[in-house]
């Protein structure tokens, strides 16, 4: 059986990790990426001998990719004949535009977050709703906040079901090295609700689901404070176990040192992890507590990488490579070494 | 009638504010501060022309004083025989070694938020709990978080009465120029319940309360988010008209511009307040929403202002200058300038 | 005699400075401010009863002042027909357009260093080429930062001869509260030279200047490390004695708790200036040293109000209100309190 | 011929590199680490496997380590019989004191830059005086910023001769994820000369060198301003051409988006080194520059991972593995993969 084929359009914080990810899936091939000029990401790529295929999205910076040494494959073109689906990774508002070249490739493609929903078929999330998206052509993928919250959510919502979820978001203002954004010793508040919560009830429609987001001077992850009105009562115990029992969730000590954003950064870079990316959300321990029968707790996104399992999960769905969602995350941590 | 005396022993970021409000106060007499050292805060009054006599904390450092061109009025055991009440604003932990000294002289005493509770004879608020500490010798009043959300809590609860109350604390890691404290690129998270909560709770024993507390790389204030649970239903509207006829709240619009921590900050620079302050703590109006018949709202904390109205309320209560919260609070507020 | 009336166009971060510091000449009349929005430095205007009148500069906007309740005088014509000078502290770009207003009226009018130096017949600064600017139509005043290391490589200059200038500015990348711009974990490092070390060279040519500028996340003024070669000898304490001889420049000392330059700020605020600014840069006196006969020294640049009065010295030179730089900036420095 | 043994002691920030550097040289032999407690370092080592053998250095934490789940192979006495030589990379003042165990047991020690002086035979840089470390048994390297500038200017200083230096440091105020240390919206200035100035006439007495440090709220890397004076005239392509001939030293383009230090760290993330380090300063091309004859320019100095190499120097030194510098460097650099 051939291996489905793939490609990564858009080399940016969140394409590399996709194409990573794809070429993790021992199920999968990944056949090359896309990208318009020698960004440093490319530049590092051709540093290590170009283990991915670079195809050239605009003819007019072949020429950049050159004189900086950067070895092209071809052009997109090329790339979007070989392959069954692509993961567009663009810039918000570009993968509408491409949508037009890969319905007329006749191709499958999969968005991500900062797409208008209508880019899509399914807004999808590989452990909430992985059947909706199997066989569908376009998917559009969570936001990295909404993809971890809702992890989080569903852990709990499927053993003791979650009626009403609020937030608060303590987002990351810009990514490592971003120049483009930033605040200085500044808390930016957004009006309530924030997109995240809107999302989470559009992935779960039986949740009335609301919160608070304010930016802040941070790269490392976000942290989300959830308040959830469970059907079942549940103890701290159980939670921890459902938390634990999830491939893509830590339960971390905050008496251990994983007491913020960046410890859980410093620990994926000290696991080995390449980047210093890790997959999981975490879920700090000692955050969990009630208030009254509702259950509190503090979990953080790693912004970088968290929404890759569910883009593989994403994969599988749109391919149908797997008809369940069970049998398709399995894979996914498998090859992501998720255990 | 002689008005009564006060002084104000600790000289930083909290004593300074002490002393501009006792001398704000038409019906008080600040007879003097006293510290230790020649902090920027000394020298800055000495450019000044010592608006305030300074006395000499410690016997060791007059020299200091001196050398540094600070003009000392006396030892701080003269300032103590000429007043009726000190407010303490030392560092944690020496209003406690402080109090036995104040009790020789026979004097009364307010403590700030840091020392523990056992320092006082009431845990104080002025709008929640002014009674409890009227003509009590020694009170402590609450941290600058916990009076914000008091005030807000609070207000709601006398109109709608409040059940439960869980928050998120968005702390401001330093003051201004602290070069002893910070974070740089990282959200702390501590475990649950906050301290808040629980001295909410001590303030206010019919409220449930809990929360969680991240520090933040801000200096210009906390944000805390509330989702309180009403006794009676309340809208948006109610919410806001409550809000608004607080003396010591501020409804802001996030539309308006007053959209951070920061911009609040700036807007009391640009009101010509001394010092950049602001005694009254801001609800941004765009994020008060329900969840359920939950309340949502957050609140902005200007840390460096906000317990000086209350510490204010706390000598009335305590000298009996006023029997009743409203009548003391009507005064403070008058005289502080806020309407 | 009639006094000069002043106009100030722009009410931002610099343009509430320039008005308050306008207010403060006793020979000057500030008629008025114009401004397009309903800002907060308006709201805060109108909170404070409106001490300057407010003219709309955009027929479009006047509902939207009326809205936020901000009294409006009357339309930006109205005011430019009254004055003889408009200190212009619009963004940058716009104060080439006014300019054709200007010039069609037939007032004066001074810029920023924002505008390109072409606005204007001179590129002032108070202190090093006052005689330039006597009786000039159009003056373009200089940066914060080059109007901060001007004064100080000026002082010195008069004294020693300097020769050679080469500095590293430590560039706060936002004003407080300022959510458009801001960085984030990040030092940016900008090509040598920067614009400071040219303009300093346009002011003072027979001065070899170069250096280099890196972008910080800090808002409370920019450190500016100066590496100057100086023609005549001196030492530590001549140099001391030159700044602290320049009514414009403070003398500080790390060891007194003048460490940072948001100590600067907090000091600022403790003595009471408004918004808690200050016009005088400070030298650190214990980073006066010596490479060679090179002397170096660091100085703080409070960004915010810094130029103010280098402006007042520019609406004196343009309205040929004084004839010399001695006389101009000693009623300057009486007016805004620098001794 | 067996491979020299070399412990780690202290597995922290350095530590663990140190750890990675010596296994990553083919005729070096890691027998162990040693710390005192389960961090966050040693859980990732556990998670990973231990790839490292793991020695407690303290009796009483043994049950610390076993608790965490983390495999203990002895204690530390076992592991300094074993070893040839330590790299004590333990928390500044400690290796003073494990230096009497180390005399004791007759092993050779390397201790880093946070030591005092005195605790070594001599004060030691790979590139710089490679030659006085041969066959000494105590050896301290120099800290991250000495090491990286003393790269840089060894490097001009073989080949055109170095009089003079004056440098301004960016100082990165903590490590991502330290909360102990931190500064918000701060500047803080040091007195001048800073110790790394101080540190590179320690090692290169023919140059006059002073300068200035600044502590910045960054995190990801300092950067350094430095103005040096050659005996021989040089152009701007000879100093490009001897950077980009030194196996240590990156020469990057701003141009080219390598803008910033923390852009440096991004592309060392996403060039697949561990942890995301780098073990090459970087010189920012654009930044070359002349004032006068004196050469300026900025380089990026990764904290985390810039002593590695020198350190991998210094045990070829101290064992006389290598009894020149050309040799020694030269495997250090081919075992690290610098080219």
């Known amino acids: 059986m051939t291996k489905p084929k793939v490609a990564v359009v858009g080399y940016g914080v969140i394409g590399q990790r996709l194409a990573d990810g794809v070429a993790r899936q021992k199920d999968m091939e990944l056949i090359g990426i896309a990208d318009v000029a020698p960004t440093l990401a490319l530049r590092a790529l051709a540093e290590r001998g170009m283990p991915y295929k670079l195809y050239c999205a ?34 918000a508002g570009v993968g509408m535009k491409n949508k037009q070249t890969y319905m007329k490739k006749g191709i499958k493609a999969i968005f991500q977050g900062g797409e208008k929903n209508d880019v899509a078929d399914v807004f999808f999330h590989g452990y909430a709703n992985y ?47 971003d120049i483009n954004r930033g605040l ?27 919160g608070l987001l304010v930016h802040l001077p941070i790269t490392h992850g976000h942290i989300i404070t959830v308040i959830a009105t469970p059907k079942k009562e549940l103890t701290k115990e159980q939670a921890i176990e459902a938390f634990n029992s999830h491939p893509r969730i830590r339960v971390v000590k905050i008496a251990d040192g994983f007491n913020s954003n960046t410890a859980m950064f410093r620990y994926a870079r000290d696991l080995g992890n390449p980047r210093g990316d890790m997959y999981e959300i975490a879920v700090f321990e000692e ?27 994403a994969i599988r769905a749109a391919l149908e490579m797997q008809k369940t969602r069970d049998e398709a995350v399995a894979l996914t941590n498998e090859y992501l070494g998720m255990k």
Do not use: W
């Open 58 to 91: 605009s003819s007019d910076n072949a020429s950049g990719f050159k004189a900086a040494g950067i070895p092209v494959e071809g052009k997109i073109d090329q790339l979007l004949d070989k392959v069954d689906i692509v993961l567009d990774a663009t810039s």
């Open 131 to 177: 059947e909706k998206g199997v066989g569908k052509n376009y998917l559009k993928l969570t936001s990295c906040n909404t993809t971890g919250l809702i992890r989080a959510v569903d852990c709990l919502d499927r053993l003791y079901g979650i009626e009403r979820v609020a937030i608060t978001i303590i987002r990351r203002v810009a990514d490592p090295g």
């Open 184 to 210: 200085v010793d500044v808390a930016l508040v957004e009006p309530i609700p924030n997109h995240q919560a809107v999302d989470l009830m559009h992935i779960m429609p039986h949740i009335d689901a609301t």
């Open 287 to 313: 955050t969990i507590g009630f208030s009254g029968k509702d259950i509190i707790f503090a979990i953080n996104i790693p912004q970088e990488a968290v929404v890759i399992p569910e883009t593989m999960d």
